[in-house]
């Protein structure tokens, strides 16, 4: 894949994608990971005389305009962090932003509001969504793709821009996928997978991917409780989501191929999600009606951690339970201590769980690859094709070094 350093931007307008997706606490942002992952690409940019046009989503929008989901307190924070002025355009291919791109030299920084409060970013047809990328490419002269937590995403911004534009991926791709390579090609094994976090019907598939290539898969957080369900215990209040007969399926076929996959034996309910809610540990097979499952429970995290003390690599994507509330953080501190402790490469994918570690005092650098994609790293390990990477692969009609 071609990175920034073949791609010519001396004097051109260069359209970048980014994932800033952070997440926010009404209009504060409540970690800025992925703006830092972003700035060694816009940096180097900068620094070889490009004029540098940033995109990125926030959020789902339902395509159109919603102040709750605006760019603007990221370009704040991103001018913060990169120490360099960042125009804002209130819009993404309307009147702001032509005349912030027109009035762009090197050397400086627009932000375009969320691409998806445009209908044609995540549009399903490709005709509407070519439409939308047509105006988009106008903008700009090259194209780099460097937001690694959407490539899995067949959007305008990501898939159907660089087909217009000669066109390169940033640093944070290239790290991320070199990074993610060493989980798909040569693996260390024993390899464990930790599973856990709340969007169930995405990720209980990827337990059945993962069945046919880690040694030991561990399940906790929301994504446990179908499990549970099918293993006959009753979950009480727990939003029962995902399909039971799979979890069933999946746990059968565990089974039959000699992989590990191992469940909590405890957990900690309570009656609510709540800061104040009284909380108790109980066996997994003695949840009460009422209970709600809000975390795995200590037996389970020290099985859980003396399982990951064997493991040479490990792929984490998920919390074991609502870690943002103290009394149901403990079993995504244990398991972020058992990664942090470990001596095999240690994977963390994932914007939720990367902030969910930083909450609770860890730093990336106990880590050893904190990815800022979920769903894209987890259908990368899974093998898919991911669009965002498909496309800065495709070489463009237009010629990279092309002159303007
Ligand atoms: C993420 O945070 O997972 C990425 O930014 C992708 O967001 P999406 O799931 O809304 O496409
Ligand atoms: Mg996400």
Known sequence: ??????????????????????????????????????????????????????????????????????????????????????????????????????????????????????????????????????RLASLADAYVGDGFGSVHRKHASVYDVPARLPHAAGYLIQAETAALRRLTSRIERPYAVVMGGAKVADKLPVVDSMLGIADQILVGGAIAVPFLAAQGYSVGASLLEGDQAAARDYRAKAAASGVDLVLPTDVTVAAERSDDAPCTVVSAAEIQTGQMVLDIGPRSAGLFASKLAGASTIFWNGPMGVSEIPSFAAGTRAIAAALAGSHGFTVIGGGDTAAAIRRLGFTDDQFGHVSTGGGASLEYLEGKTLPGLAALETESAVPATATS
């Open 1 to 134: 894949m071609r990175t920034i350093d073949d791609l010519d931007v001396a004097g051109r307008r260069v359209l970048v994608r980014l994932d800033l997706n952070v997440p926010m606490d009404g209009a504060s942002i409540s970690d800025d990971g992925k703006i830092r992952a972003c700035l060694p690409t816009l940096r180097a940019l900068l620094d070889r005389g490009a004029a540098v046009i940033a995109c990125s989503h926030l959020g789902r929008p339902a395509g159109a305009p919603d102040p709750r989901y605006t760019l603007g307190p990221v370009a704040g924070r991103l001018a913060q962090l990169l120490g360099h002025r960042v125009v804002f355009a209130a819009d993404i291919v309307g009147p702001c932003a032509r005349s912030a791109v027109t009035a762009l030299r090197r050397g400086d920084v627009v932000l375009l509001e969320n691409l998806r409060f445009e209908p044609g970013e995540t549009s399903k047809d490709d005709e509407v969504r070519g439409e939308f990328a047509d």
